[in-house]
């Protein structure tokens, strides 16, 4: 690459950081945060600030990923446990709906998170909630199968469903691995990481969490770009 061409991409790379919107650009998120319309139990840590809908919301609290992804937790033979769907909420939430994720997106790859940050003590108890429920593949962001990039998405056939302490060792390993790269297991040290659910009355903690800021979010493009 010559010198020119390196410039232009710098350029362009300043200018998409500049004129970034305030929520991912996945399916169902909005273009910025605003506050729910009306009450809504499903999601309601973020009422007052979400970059999900409350029609996305209610769906969410209704048909968990089934609608919005053709997508079933209940994938094995077992039905999920209520402690272990519970956090499966609080993720779909999270990812649909906390205004702070837009700054981990992955440019080349629309509504896709890298490594965001998620405070230890969140992993381990959502470990704890899911370790006797089970599942058929490790990593929930590719490892399915389907016939169209819209789903629906099932269990390979080479595969036997296990328990998720079979497939993960601790939390650790789960939030590192069960979406991908999406996540990473940061252990607490002042607000250094996220959580994936809170009481809004004392507002959404992961508003505090440092992010990669101008410089970081440039080298995330170029390297984005480079590797793409």
Not at 20 to 39: D, K, M, N
Not at 66 to 79: M, V
Not at 107 to 126: A, L
Request: proline letters at 5%.
């Amino acid at each position: 690459m010559n010198a020119y061409s390196f410039a232009v991409v710098i350029i362009f790379c300043v200018h998409t950081i500049l004129a970034e919107r305030s929520c991912l650009t996945g399916p169902y998120q909005l273009e910025s945060p605003r506050a729910f319309t009306e009450i809504v139990e499903t999601c309601k840590a973020w009422k007052d600030s979400a970059c999900c809908s409350v029609e996305t919301a209610k769906e969410i609290g209704i048909s968990e990923s089934k609608n919005l992804y053709q997508f079933e937790w209940d994938h094995c033979e077992y039905t999920m446990s209520a402690t272990c769907r519970r956090f499966m909420t609080m993720e779909e939430c999270f990812y649909q709906c906390d205004p702070n994720l837009f700054h981990w997106e992955l440019p080349s790859q629309s509504g896709t998170v890298s490594k965001v940050p998620i405070c230890s003590s969140h992993c381990n108890v959502w470990y704890d909630a899911c370790k006797d429920d089970t599942t058929c593949v490790k990593n929930w962001q590719s490892d399915f199968v389907s016939t169209n990039a819209t789903g629906p998405y099932e269990c390979p056939t080479d595969v036997v469903c296990k328990k998720f302490s079979e497939w993960f060792p601790d939390g650790e390993n789960m939030c590192n691995t069960l979406w991908g790269s999406s996540f990473e297991y940061v252990v607490e040290d002042g607000d250094n990481c996220m959580v994936m659910d809170f009481e809004p009355v004392n507002g959404n903690p992961n508003n505090n969490v440092p992010r990669p800021g101008f410089w970081g979010r440039l080298y995330r493009r170029l390297s984005d770009w480079v590797s793409g």
